[in-house]
């Protein structure tokens, strides 16, 4: 069954702190997802892969970075976390053919203080 | 670029009730859509997905969506609901293809009262 692993499940950080957020998956799939949830936003895409060592903007890019270093992982990286990132950040990873199907980790809860 | 609209941010129904979540969305061409489900403090699970063909399709556990192409919509339904459904879920739209990014709704809290 295809799988994605977050580490870690929560975190509490400081203001203006380093943060980084892993993410593994055991799919062996093409493309990787950064996504970030707030109460009445939904999901928004943070950073997005399709290919180890690229990495490209999502909607909401400003103040994250990714890091692509093998197909399996993805990370996202806060350099200086400020009291807006707290939220909910999910990885995620599909094919880059068939269905488009997108599976989802359990997340990681940040809080920024 | 894609967008997802789920009107309803909060419903209650009571178990073995019916229940339709609304889902419409905007994009030019044929989309890929899903619905999606999110149970407290866990990760976004697949309910169904409907790419081409009938537009009514089904998912786990009983729950079905129609798809109306005249109507951009694409609503979710299930003919009786349990307290177990209780949970948040997801409209989601994928303009499909090899550098597809997929667009969701904010989200509509499922609440079935015993």
């Known amino acids: 069954e295809a799988a994605v692993t977050q580490s870690p499940r929560s975190k509490v950080a400081v203001t203006g702190g380093k943060v980084t957020l892993s993410c593994h998956q055991t799919n062996n799939h093409d493309y990787m997802y950064w996504y970030r949830q707030d109460t009445g936003h939904g999901l928004r895409l943070i950073h997005y892969?399709?290919?180890?060592?690229?990495?490209e903007k999502g909607d909401i890019p400003d103040g994250y970075k990714a890091s692509r270093p093998s197909q399996e992982n993805f990370s996202l990286i806060l350099e200086l976390a400020s009291l807006s990132q707290t939220a909910v950040y999910f990885c995620a990873s599909r094919n880059d053919w068939g269905p488009n199907e997108v599976y989802f980790g359990s997340g990681t809860r940040l809080t920024v203080l | 670029a894609q967008s997802v609209t789920q009107p309803d941010a909060r419903v209650t129904v009571s178990e073995g009730a019916s229940l339709q979540l609304r889902c419409k969305y905007s994009y030019s061409a044929t989309p890929y859509l899903f619905w999606y489900v999110q149970y407290p403090r866990q990760g976004l699970q697949l309910l169904l997905k409907?790419?081409?063909?009938?537009?009514v399709v089904q998912g786990v556990n009983g729950f079905e969506a129609e798809f109306s192409k005249s109507n951009s919509s694409f609503h979710l339904r299930k003919a009786s609901v349990h307290w177990s459904d209780s949970a948040v879920y997801f409209c989601a739209v994928s303009t499909g293809g090899s550098n597809a990014k997929l667009t969701f709704g904010k989200g509509t809290k499922l609440s079935v009262k015993s």
């Open positions: 892969s399709y290919v180890a060592d690229s990495t």
């Open positions: 409907y790419y081409s063909g009938d537009p």
